[in-house]
């Protein structure tokens, strides 16, 4: 069996296929392997993320290779593991955080779920201080309806309302599409602000840590 490059921690099997795709085009011939866990979302979302420290552990313990994960209400926790785990652990919306600072301005975050409120602007506040910046101006909103579309198995409807509410924003300089399965709705805006996405630089990064 190949060693795989990178391995992804997703909470849903949907975010398989785009991850896939991303390889396909940017990096052919990187392996990689994925672990879906969906229940560590709906555990994390009735108990908080840090009551998911031991599953976590157990489910990528002995990972031979980096570890990506994709869901950004885990992220924090998972990195905090890396040094029990003796592999590197990225949260896939922390290059996309990087960025987003790097752009300065007025930060809007859009959510389709709460429990990912709280870990995004954290993860903004972190990197402005790694770049030494001070603190964003940041806005977070939830986009209603959105999540639902998506756990009902209508990722196109949940995009759909994404976009509305990226175009309908004022006042911001740059737009955080916080969750994973949010990024599609970044190819239907009409908006000129720059809309970010996570999976792509997600990826990349995730990849470059494999030396893949």
């Known amino acids: 069996m190949t ?3 990178l391995t992804l921690l997703h909470t849903s099997p949907v975010h398989v296929p785009v ?3 991303l390889r396909d085009r940017d990096r052919p011939g990187a392996v990689l392997r994925h672990l879906v866990a969906p229940e560590l979302l709906d555990r994390a979302i009735a108990h ?3 009551a998911l420290t031991p599953a ?4 990528l313990a002995g990972s031979a290779a980096p570890v990506l994960v994709t869901c950004s209400t885990l992220g924090a926790v998972a990195e905090s593991l890396a040094p029990d785990l003796g592999v590197p652990v990225l949260r896939v919306d922390r290059p996309m955080a990087a960025d987003a600072v790097r752009r300065g301005g007025r930060i809007v975050v859009l ?6 409120l709280a870990p995004t602007l954290d993860l903004l506040a972190q990197e402005a201080r790694t770049a030494g910046m001070r603190p964003p101006s940041v806005r977070a909103q939830l986009v209603a309806g959105a999540w639902e579309r998506f756990a009902a198995g209508d990722p196109a409807g949940c995009h759909a309302l994404v976009a509305r509410a990226a175009d309908e924003l004022t006042g911001a300089d ?3 599409l916080a969750q994973v399965s949010m990024a599609g709705a970044a190819r239907l ?5 720059p809309v970010l996405t996570a ?3 997600g990826l990349a990064a995730g990849l470059a840590l494999a030396g893949a």
């Open 48 to 50: 908080g993320p840090d």
């Open 189 to 193: 805006t009409t908006t000129r602000v």
């Open 199 to 201: 999976p792509g630089p």
């Open 3 to 5: 060693r795989p490059d």
């Open 56 to 59: 976590l552990r157990g489910l």
């Open 111 to 116: 959510a389709a779920l709460e429990s990912t």
């Open 174 to 176: 740059v737009v955080v």
């Open 19 to 21: 991850f896939d795709a």
